[in-house]
């Protein structure tokens, strides 16, 4: 670490975390936009083996990889029209954000890690999703925003569709 925020800073950057879930459990997309870069990433590598995850997501697979805030933008169209067979109905999530930890901190620019467990709820059926988040958090304008979200899915059997809101 670079250096540690005072506790007013690290309180905001943990609300980006806490805020961000609540946009995705309360589908208030705008909201969800509004808290990434334009230039965000959000990637969620696959397991390779049991232990080691893949590490490229440009030449190895990928649980999903979506760069740009209006890759992001039409992702939440196709949940909130209807469009997409897949998101329809959505689900009801809760997501939960713990171990909060700012790992690398300075004037600008943090790095937040965090453990993260999903419960879904869709047509009469409940299921769980866990695993850790690395946020990069970047100060635009007064506002901490996520530039780079890198989602570890613990399961590693997925017999469901899996999409950005379900971690």
Not at 39 to 61: K, N
Not at 96 to 118: K, M
Not at 145 to 158: M, Q
Request: a negative charge; one cysteine or more.
């Amino acid at each position: 670490m670079s250096g540690a925020p005072d506790f007013a800073t690290w309180q905001a950057l943990c609300d980006v975390l806490h805020e961000e879930a609540a946009c995705l459990d309360e589908q208030r997309w705008d909201d969800w936009l509004a808290l990434y870069t334009d230039d965000a990433v959000l990637w969620a590598p696959a397991w390779d083996a049991e232990h080691q995850l893949t590490r490229d997501p440009m030449r190895e697979v990928s649980l999903f990889y979506v760069e740009g805030k209006p890759a992001l933008s039409d992702r939440a169209w196709r949940w909130s029209s209807g469009d997409s067979a897949a998101s329809t109905p959505l689900p009801r999530t809760s997501h939960l954000i713990g171990s909060v930890r700012v790992t690398q901190f300075s004037t600008g620019a943090a790095v937040v890690d965090s453990r993260w467990h999903t419960q879904v709820y869709r047509a009469r059926r409940t299921w769980s999703y866990a695993g850790s988040y690395r946020h990069t958090l970047r100060l635009e304008a007064g506002s901490w925003r996520i530039a780079h979200k890198t989602i570890v899915l613990t399961n590693d059997l997925v017999d469901t569709t899996l999409d950005l809101y379900h971690v």
